[in-house]
């Protein structure tokens, strides 16, 4: 057993955790109607955060629509009101 590597924490931050909390940020200015719509571009781990990320703003009453960026593998996420 090696004791220098530390143990894995069920609290361990995880890559996409970052990009997860700006999405989450926009949707709840959108929800708070301080801002119509909200794009957060350049997603990396859009496809592994984009999922929890619709959930939850559905439950909040607005939108995640996403988008392929522009000449790459990267998503777009815009934040809108469901209208």
Do not use: N, Y
């Amino acid at each position: 057993m090696d004791i220098t590597a530390a143990p894995a924490s069920p609290h361990a931050q995880q890559p996409w955790d970052g990009e997860e909390r700006l999405v989450r940020g926009a949707i709840l200015m959108v929800a708070s109607k301080a801002s119509p719509r909200v794009m957060v571009a350049g997603i990396v781990f859009g496809e592994t955060i984009v999922d929890r990320c619709k959930r939850a703003a559905l439950e909040a009453g607005v939108r995640v629509v996403t988008r392929p960026a522009a000449g790459s593998d990267r998503l777009d996420l815009m934040v809108e009101a469901i209208r």
